[in-house]
């Protein structure tokens, strides 16, 4: 019985510290995420992917690349480079950050006077986002994004995970 309790013990403190490193990334970390999305430009849903390069403990880079699917006569996609300034609240499991960044988007037309007719333009973004720490290294993830460019200004929000690793 000893050795059982003895065993328990330390695979609970192995837990908890691979629970604390991954509940801490550190400069020179890495993460990938897929998420759903929702455009109100392209009013469609989207898929997401996404890599996280965290450059401090507190602050990462984010490039993602969105495709909207096709729905109401055009569909479109979105490439971004984002920055995120973490702030962990809530016991360190639940974490919010601003988002800014630049995007080039592009939503195609596929239907009436306009079919085949593709807009692409350069902007930026703004927007918030949470992420919760689930276990291990996965987290579940929330964006609401606005990007604005001249002609495609849009607001995007998402749900997905992401992998620390």
Known sequence: MKKIIFILSVLMLISASTSAQFLNPESGDKAVGASFKWGSKVKAPGIGFTYHQYLSSRFRIAPSLTYFLNRNEQSGWDMSTDAHFIFPIANEKVRVYPIMGITLNSIKYHAGSYSG?????????????????????????????????????????????????
């Open 117 to 165: 007719f593709s807009n692409t333009e350069v902007g930026a973004n703004v927007g918030a986002g949470i992420q919760y720490h689930i276990t291990g290294p996965i987290f579940a993830v929330g964006e609401a994004k606005y990007t604005i460019i001249r002609d495609i200004d849009q607001l995007g929000i998402g749900i997905g995970l992401t992998c620390l690793f």
